[in-house]
């Protein structure tokens, strides 16, 4: 089991960028899978990105081109990069991480508007 904590949301312009970070209890090179997923009000929690142990990467189509994802092994942390920002992108964002067990990270905020 990992724990994992979200950090990096807040209130940003249409347009802006934010870096999230998600920060594990424990080694995460080992962790076969990270990801990001979202949670708008009314809506269910959708996929964002993912990244896993070996490099490969994976994107949701409405965030292809804006974001990024990437994993720091040596910080036990992983990032979403995200540019572009649109009023639809305004959710909470989960950290999830695979392995033996599948945990989740409390969330944090984002909010695009102007």
């Known amino acids: 089991q990992v724990q994992l904590v979200e950090s990096g949301g807040g209130l940003v312009q249409p347009g802006g960028s934010l870096r999230l970070s998600c920060a594990a209890s424990?080694?995460?090179?080992?962790?076969?899978?990270m990801g990001w997923y979202r949670q708008a009000p009314g809506k269910q929690r959708e996929f964002v990105a993912s990244?896993?142990?070996?490099?490969?990467?994976n994107y949701a189509d409405s965030v292809k081109g804006r974001f990024t994802i990437f994993r720091d092994n040596a910080k036990n942390t992983v990032y979403l990069q995200m540019g572009d920002l649109k009023r639809e992108d305004t959710a909470l964002y989960y950290c999830?991480?695979?392995?033996?067990?599948?945990?989740w990270g409390q969330g944090t905020q984002v909010t695009v508007s102007s």
């Open positions: 999830k991480a695979v392995s033996t067990t599948i945990d």
């Open positions: 424990r080694s995460i090179s080992s962790i076969a899978v």
């Open positions: 990244v896993y142990n070996l490099g490969g990467t």
